[in-house]
């Protein structure tokens, strides 16, 4: 059987990792420390999920995000690396859907 997961971040959330089934062993969002990965992966999400709520202008969330192109690209640069590692880490019983808008 494969699982799937979806891999966007979300503001307010801290986890970029959506099971296909609400219903999931894993969580809805995924709980991190439910998944088959390292803790350094399992560490790395987290922070990205963290890092991720400051590109949100918080006192008017429509506004621009305060982050300059360079602290932009930065995070899309982790989010991919740490995108790769979960799919080596989970294997081929998993599909993980880049999902993210970034």
């Not at 803790?39 to 300059?68: C, F, G, H, M, V």
């Not at 932009?72 to 880049?98: I, M, N, P, S, Y």
């Amino acid at each position: 059987m494969i699982r799937y997961l979806r891999f966007f971040f979300e503001a307010g959330v801290d986890t970029p990792l959506w099971p296909e089934d609400m219903d999931s062993p894993y969580g809805y969002p995924c709980e991190l420390d439910r998944l088959p990965i390292s803790p350094a992966t399992r560490e790395e999400l987290a922070k990205l999920s963290e890092w991720y709520q400051s590109s949100i202008d918080w006192k008017y969330p429509p506004n621009p995000s305060p982050w300059s192109d360079e602290e932009r690209q930065a995070f899309k640069r982790r989010a991919h690396a740490a995108l790769v590692a979960l799919r080596r880490e989970l294997g081929t019983g998993w599909t993980v859907r880049d999902e993210s808008l970034l």
